[in-house]
């Protein structure tokens, strides 16, 4: 669809009174400029309504935008566009309506006509009245009035604004002229002209667009890309900040921010907690607490064999504790029945466990973060900068409520066996370097089995506290098999101690057990469920028997099985099905089901 520039409706003034106001809206983020907030198209302004502009010290700017659209013959803004009558009023005498409802108030108000509209043009006769006069083009006359009114000491009455200038008879009567227009007292003449001003804007809307592009880099040194994201998001608010359902609120900085935030594409959404909730699970998370409590600078470590339950430990101190402010888990765990599962390892940089955790910390500043000097977007930050904010907002948040500032970092282990030459544990601070009051959290496996964690968590310190993992209970086993098989209470009693038994406590292997006779009535069928399954406390253990069973699928008719499947698990994000995995492995459903 082709719409031409001279078809009526078109949207090139809306679109260039909206990237007008941005132009306010960004002054938000800068100091000097002294905003409080923006209004788009304020209700009971008359005249000066399209853009309201608040400062912090009270003053306020009405402003009327006057558009000639693109492709257009570029039309001069003449003194005539001020003052002739359009439906029974001027454009001159609503802005003076405008000032005088906001001056009543007690407000001190600004009257500004912003136009893209040419402001050049020669002199012409008029007549005002019985008075012969030769009127100047809108910007010259503009800026003489301006001029003249600057003056100490300053004008009385219309008559001494232009004493001294050669035209001053012309500039007299031209300013008579306009004023004759507008419904004012005389003692209200003098004021409303000082306010009144008007901005020119050599741009048609592309060019205004490219003007905010401008002032979107120049506030945010960022990149072409980052800076039409940025561009795209306002114009997106935009589109609210102008509906009706925004009437009477303002843009204020934490409006802004709400629009600004470019969120971490890669950001983990927070953890499901498993149910039933092993109640050793409870009892981890007040030992982590009350270790926290105690060592109130520094670090504690959450210690424990894999798949002992470290990250639902860490996901209830998350969710539990009001002073957990931000996480970093290092992979992407999977859902299964409730219960967390190992899932993709992330990228494990230091980049990566700043960024979450600064944004993490960024959701207790809304509303405030340019008032607390804190940058607004991760992506424009490198790490070493993303590590200073971090730890600085984490002092800050100490500093307001009093509590420990807590961190969360989950999945040490997984970092140490990457074998990427830097990971984010080259680039954890010192426990000497955390200031008062900022705790963070690690959870790893035994720090013995591990050289690659940093050399400070191996020594004795009184800036680190370490906090073992506690195996669930037969009543935490009973639980669950209760919720997930139709035994009865005898049978779920004897199978539950006998899967303690096997798996030895390990809250992964107990998991692994009870989905391997989910929905059994009979406990004669559980029991041959589980000796069949292999599982033990040992899961390096069970997976390589697991893999073994490769060796007989093999020869069901599918060569290279292992290095396939191992395939298609390294490239699935997520819960690999069967049904995806025969597909990937160009076989039948059927095929696979008989096959496994």
């Known amino acids: 669809l082709r719409l031409a520039n001279e078809q009526p409706g078109v949207s090139d003034p809306y679109s260039f009174e909206w990237n007008l106001g941005l132009l306010y809206v960004l002054d938000l983020l800068d100091d000097s400029k002294g905003v409080l907030h923006v209004e788009f198209q304020k209700r009971g302004i008359a005249g000066i309504d399209d853009v309201v502009v608040t400062y912090r010290d009270g003053s306020v700017s009405g402003i009327q935008s006057k558009y000639v659209k693109a492709g257009s013959q570029r039309q001069n803004l003449r003194f005539s566009d001020l003052i002739d009558d359009n439906e029974g009023s001027s454009l001159i005498d609503s802005l003076a309506q405008g000032w005088r409802q906001m001056t009543a108030r007690g407000v001190s108000t600004s009257c500004v006509v912003a136009t893209n509209k040419l402001l050049e043009g020669n002199r012409s006769k008029a007549v005002f009245g019985a008075t012969a006069y030769r009127r100047f083009p809108v910007g010259v006359y503009f800026a003489k009035l301006g001029d003249s009114l600057k003056v100490e000491p300053p004008p009385r009455n219309v008559s001494e604004i232009f004493s001294g200038d050669d035209d001053a008879f012309d500039l007299c009567a031209q300013t008579k002229d306009l004023l004759s227009h507008c419904t004012l007292e005389p003692d209200e003449e003098i004021s409303f002209l000082k306010s009144l001003s008007i901005e020119h804007y050599d741009d048609y809307f592309s060019e205004m667009s490219a003007r905010v592009d401008r002032r979107i880099s120049e506030l945010f040194r960022c990149d072409r890309g980052t800076t039409m994201e940025i561009h795209d998001r306002l114009m997106r608010a935009v589109l609210g900040w102008t509906s009706s359902g925004f009437a009477d609120r303002c843009v204020d900085i934490a409006e802004l921010e709400k629009a600004l935030k470019l969120g971490n594409k890669h950001a983990l959404p927070p953890l499901m907690l498993p149910s039933p909730l092993f109640s050793v699970r409870v009892a981890d998370v007040d030992n982590i607490i009350m270790a ?39 992979y992407r765990p999977r859902e299964a029945v409730g219960h967390t599962l190992a899932g993709g390892t992330r990228e494990l940089t230091p980049s990566e466990l700043w960024t979450d955790l600064f944004e993490g910390l960024q959701r207790h500043f809304e509303g405030r973060l340019v008032s607390c000097g804190i940058p607004l977007f991760s992506r424009l930050l490198d790490a070493s900068a993303l590590k200073t904010e971090v730890l600085r907002m984490s002092e800050l948040l100490y500093r307001e409520s009093g509590t420990p500032t807590v961190l969360v970092i989950d999945g040490l282990d997984h970092a140490a066996r990457s074998g990427a030459n830097l990971t984010f544990l080259e680039d954890l601070p010192h426990p000497d370097g955390l200031a008062e009051g900022v705790v963070i959290v690690l959870g790893g496996q035994p720090k013995e089995g591990y050289t690659r964690y940093p050399v400070w968590l191996r020594r004795k310190s009184d800036r680190l506290l370490q906090v073992d993992i506690q195996m669930p209970s037969v009543d935490d086993v009973m639980l669950l098999v209760k919720e997930r098989t139709g035994l009865g209470d005898d049978d779920s009693f004897a199978i539950s101690r006998y899967i303690y038994e096997i798996c030895q406590g390990n809250a992964l292997s107990v998991m692994y057990a009870v989905r391997s006779i989910e929905k059994t009535a009979n406990s004669g069928e559980a029991l041959r469920l589980l000796e069949e399954s292999g599982l033990s406390g040992d899961l390096d253990a069970y997976y390589d028997k697991v893999w073994g069973e490769l060796g007989r699928l093999s020869g069901a008719g599918v060569p290279f099985l292992g290095v396939k499947l191992a395939s298609i698990l390294s490239l699935t994000d997520g819960r690999a099905s069967l049904d995806a995995c025969a597909k990937a492995l160009g076989m039948s459903l059927a095929d696979a089901q008989a096959a496994v």
């Open 292 to 330: 926290i409590k105690s060592i109130r600078c520094g670090y504690v470590f959450l210690s424990g064999s894999p798949g002992s339950g470290k990250t639902t430990a860490m996901s209830c101190l998350a969710q539990r504790s009001d002073f957990v402010r931000a996480t970093y888990y290092a």
